[in-house]
């Protein structure tokens, strides 16, 4: 279920991507992210609490088997991954509040993850399996996006004008990069799409368009803006179904394919639901400004 695509060709990927994404942001951006917490605190409480009773709530209502029931709160425990930072720059959201809800839900990951797992693995589970998160997990998140970043921010002030002619190219080689994920993950999967659909179709699409729901809804009803509110829909819409993945069959963790077949799943979905909630919204942003 891990292959080289997903353990080292999209990691590379997200890398470069993350490098095109920091060309367009300064240090004023994240300053403005501190200076006004609000869409932050809002969408790690949606993250961290929110999400996972709700979850909960449909695995039970669906009456999945346990396996998959704890694959699935494990997927809703999992933080915002990598690949909603390009989504949110693709459909003009906040790109800085993304990079630092993702550097903040991957170290509140440390407890929240394991807590949430080891909790759902006692309710669902006959043999109550527990799981630590290991910190490597957390340091190969933060390589992933933060340091490309930085480098992408440092060109921008060191070579402004190199920065500004970058800018468009790399966004066409995200969209390029981002499409030829989608049809490798689907590849490599397809023999067994089916089986894995049957199993938890349902649960991880009705879930991910919860997510993308909550996420985007919540900050909008407390008066965010609608670029933060699209940055926190994609961070909590698109969940980090690699390191789900990782943790559900890795030998030291969970140790369970059946339990990764959620996230191998929603890794596929994910791809879908957010471009049309990116389509959507953006529809929306522009309908509503040619009516003003």
Known sequence: MDSPLTTIGLPIALGIIMLGLGLGLTVADF??????????????????????????????????????????????????????????????????????????????????LPVIVNLSAGHFLADGSSIGLQFDKVLQVFAIVLVPVAIGMAVRVLREGLAERLARPVKILSVVVLVAVIAGTLLKEWDNIADYVVA????????????????????????????????AGMEIG???????????????????????????????????????????????????????
């Open 31 to 112: 300053r403005r992210v501190v200076q006004f917490p609000k869409p932050a605190l809002i969408a790690l409480a949606c993250q961290a609490l929110l999400l996972p009773v709700i979850c909960f709530g449909l695995v039970v209502a669906l009456d999945l088997k346990p396996e998959l029931a704890v694959g699935m709160m494990l997927l809703a425990a999992s933080p915002g991954g990598t690949t909603a930072n390009l989504y949110s720059h693709l459909f003009g959201g906040h790109v800085a509040l993304n990079v630092t809800l993702t550097a903040v839900n991957s170290v509140l990951a440390v407890v929240t």
């Open 200 to 231: 938890v179709g349902v649960a991880v699409l009705v879930f991910n368009i919860i997510s993308l729901i909550i996420g985007y809804g919540a900050p909008r009803l407390a008066g965010v803006g609608q670029r933060e509110s699209i940055a």
């Open 238 to 292: 698109i969940h980090n179904s690699t390191l789900a993945i990782t943790v559900a069959v890795s030998p030291a963790l969970l140790n369970s394919t059946e339990m990764a077949i959620p996230a191998a799943v929603y890794g596929i979905v994910m791809f879908f639901t957010a471009a049309a909630f990116g389509y959507l919204v953006t529809r929306q942003r522009t309908t509503a400004a040619s009516s003003a």
